[in-house]
């Protein structure tokens, strides 16, 4: 997403002033969310928040202008909290961003790969990295996320402590990088939304459009293959489609569920339609331009 990085309050009809945007994020400083938070709005103000509920508050109390938070990785699978908090956020989707994953081992100043016993971070940092955590036999320790680790670990001064965190992080919080890149695969990258209070979408131009819903099936038999009958009758291509529970019911099954294509488009519009008549309950998370991947 190109985002505009200021937004203007206009006192009178001769003088303006320019506001930064303020991006929310989970994670402190130094986090991949904050790397993703730069990518997306460079000229920012960044807000880092400790959960991703915190992150998600701090855009609907209009203490931030949005929020930055990752849905899914390429070798973790989705982060499941977020797709949790999402519909009932009251945030529009209104972009996407992709960002390369490189893990790396950071230690304290002199720290050597022999000295490491034990490894902190996210524990989807760490179930990125499993074969390298195998390897060398070490202690893994979930922690709340990747840059507070790094920052423990600098506070602690424990030589055998180690941290999955990125470059910038080591630099934030003066650790070394022992090991650069070690993730268990080269195409590690985690796909961000970029969440808004205010419903933004592009024109319905057929130019790499991505909508975003979520939906339940009425519980009567076939009715999801019967749902899904219509996006490929009308030539809709499903990008996702995941489900999981709602309110611990192991009978009331949400999915969320990603296509190319704007509401707008009428094969999209037949393909609604027909969705409908299955359902019990639909509503658009977002349209927004899709992302390089």
Known sequence: MNADPEKSKTLD?????????????????GAFSHAAALATFPSGKLLPCVTFEQTIAAVQES?????????????????????HILPQSSLFIVGEYFLPIRMNLLGLPGAKLADIKSVQSLSVALGQCRRFISKHDLVAINAVDTAGSAREVSELGDISRSAIASTIAAQIYGLEIIEKNIEDASHNTTRFLIMSRDKS????DGNNIKTTFIFRVR???????????GFATNS????KLESYMVEGSFTATQFYADIEGHPDDKNVQLAFEELGFFTDHFAILGVYPGAKN
């Open 236 to 239: 809709v291509n499903m990008l």
């Open 63 to 83: 203490k931030a202008d949005f929020a930055v938070v990752p849905v899914e990785n390429s070798l973790y699978g989705r982060i499941t909290d977020i797709h």
């Open 201 to 204: 979408q592009p024109a319905p």
């Open 219 to 229: 519980n009567v038999p076939a009715a999801l293959y019967k749902a899904m009958g």
């Open 13 to 29: 009809s001769s003088k303006t002033i320019a506001f930064p945007k303020t991006i929310a994020f989970q994670g402190e400083l």
